[in-house]
């Protein structure tokens, strides 16, 4: 069984598209994550929902749109694509409360826009 | 902000023998976690070993231990005896322990090792 699954695994899409990405986890974490990986092989974090709740939004476009209708599902919506948006794109989960809790990351979903 | 630099973008080493790569961070922050992970061709992300920055010992998980010095603010990891599969880039990973809730970690650039036979 696959702790963190998303898909589709890969996406190849016009400019201008809006797209979705789904991720869920079986594994009753409350936390869980979007982070994109640039052609640099750069991470960096995008959103953040605890209990379907969003907790960290960084820097983000408003053309991205995180959902989570249960705290076992996390959906990224974007609109109006760009090239820039090409990337790879990782959803995670963790468990909630202090400690070095691991983050369990997706095999990512790899975003082509032309 | 925190800031985590890898400064080795590609590490090479022969089979069986050891390699270490390079990570240092920065911080104000007294209580947090550090990580290394592993993402092979597969492009799945896969957690190395991690380590509290309250805890002097280093970490250890089998042939992975690192060198984490606290107040040089270095963490770097030691692969001994070598294996084809541990080819892959590594990135070391900064996690304040102040939040509760997200963990948001930050990233450093990434080391590809390559492993030659």
């Known amino acids: 069984d696959t702790a963190v699954s998303q898909t589709p695994k890969y996406l190849v899409t016009q400019m201008g598209n809006d797209k979705s990405i789904k991720c869920e986890q079986n594994l009753g974490h409350d936390t869980m994550y979007w982070y994109k990986q640039d052609s640099k092989k750069f991470l960096k974090i995008m959103f953040s929902?605890?209990?379907?709740?969003?907790?960290i939004n960084e820097t983000v476009p408003n053309r991205f749109s995180p959902k989570s209708p249960d705290k076992a599902h996390l959906n990224l919506h974007i609109n109006s694509l760009e090239l820039g948006d090409s990337a790879v794109y990782f959803c995670?989960?963790?468990?909630?409360?202090?400690?070095?809790?691991?983050?369990?990351f997706g095999a990512g979903s790899r975003l082509t826009v032309l | 902000a925190q800031t985590v630099t890898q400064s080795q973008p590609e590490m090479s080493v022969q089979e069986a023998e050891t390699v270490t790569l390079s990570c240092t961070y920065d911080t104000s922050e007294s209580d947090y976690y550090l990580f290394w992970y592993k993402q092979p061709p597969s492009r799945q992300m896969i957690l190395v070993i991690r380590?509290?920055?309250?805890?002097?010992q280093n970490a250890t998980e089998n042939r992975f231990s690192v060198n984490f010095q606290k107040a040089a603010k270095s963490f770097s990891l030691k692969i001994s005896d070598s294996q084809l599969g541990d080819a892959a880039m590594y990135f070391c990973a900064y996690r304040s322990a102040i939040s509760q809730g997200a963990q948001k970690l930050v990233f450093g650039q990434g080391t590809r090792l390559t492993i030659n036979p």
């Open positions: 380590q509290e920055a309250y805890k002097q």
């Open positions: 995670a989960s963790s468990p909630r409360g202090r400690g070095a809790n691991v983050l369990t």
């Open positions: 929902y605890n209990n379907k709740e969003l907790i």
